[in-house]
């Protein structure tokens, strides 16, 4: 009965390489998120969907890029991997409605880059 | 700019001693105030939350924060620290009625880590 989920949880590739991350949640939210945890735990908004659309986007390079199949699912694809996309990644959801704007975390991805 | 500080990044108690940790922000106008915990390896589980009201907000495993509008501040406090309190603790900011702007997303301190010594 997991919230948020992420696959996988571990992640070593190769530089150069195409990798994607799973997240769903089965919250009923409708707004889902991505955010980065570099190797000094600072966090960072990535991207957020709402109904399968793009909100924002703190410029990050167009390596990544998220899809959003449905509205419990939003996955991060990031083509020709870099050593600096190494870190954790964390998906989250919230649901739009005054009141409920607590965001709730998956247990993150952390993704090597050799 | 909009940003939390945290200005202790490295806080080590004994265990049974209080807690605080300190946080501030820099916001246009009141925003939402959260704190999260991960622990080692682990995600970040939401500790408790500030929406408006009562200054005072209750958390889990203990926790407590007061908000202060005066000192722009979100500090959190437990009288009795347990050795499982030994995390990275975050404080996090997002803005009201954020629909038409940012959409809510948040903005995080750069963390304190707690080490408690038994």
């Known amino acids: 009965d997991t919230a948020v989920s992420q696959t996988p949880k571990y992640l070593v590739t190769q530089m150069g390489n195409d990798k994607s991350i799973k997240c769903e949640q089965n919250l009923g939210h409708d707004t889902m998120y991505w955010y980065k945890q570099d190797s000094k735990k600072f966090l960072k908004i990535m991207f957020s969907?709402?109904?399968?659309?793009?909100?924002i986007n703190e410029t990050v390079p167009n390596r990544f890029s998220p899809k959003s199949p449905d509205k419990a699912h939003l996955n991060l694809h990031i083509n020709s991997l870099e050593l600096g996309d190494s870190a954790v990644y964390f998906c989250?959801?919230?649901?739009?409605?005054?009141?409920?704007?607590?965001?709730?975390f998956g247990p993150g991805t952390r993704l090597l880059v050799l | 700019a909009q940003s939390v500080t945290q200005p202790d990044i490295h806080i080590t108690v004994s265990e049974g001693a209080s807690l605080e940790l300190r946080c501030n922000y820099s916001y246009g106008a009141t925003p939402y105030l959260f704190w999260y915990v991960q622990s080692p390896g682990q995600g970040l589980q939401l500790l408790l939350k500030?929406?408006?009201?009562?200054?005072l907000v209750q958390g889990i495993k203990g926790f407590e924060a007061e908000f202060k509008r005066s000192q722009s501040s979100f500090n959190l406090r437990k009288p009795s620290v347990h050795w499982s309190d030994a995390a990275e603790y975050f404080c996090?900011?997002?803005?009201?009625?954020?629909?038409?702007?940012?959409?809510?997303?948040?903005?995080f301190g750069k963390g304190t880590k707690l080490s408690v010594k038994p």
């Open positions: 969907y709402n109904n399968k659309e793009l909100i």
């Open positions: 989250a959801s919230r649901q739009r409605t005054s009141g409920k704007e607590t965001q709730y």
């Open positions: 500030y929406f408006s009201g009562d200054t």
């Open positions: 996090a900011v997002a803005p009201k009625g954020g629909y038409g702007g940012s959409q809510g997303n948040l903005i």
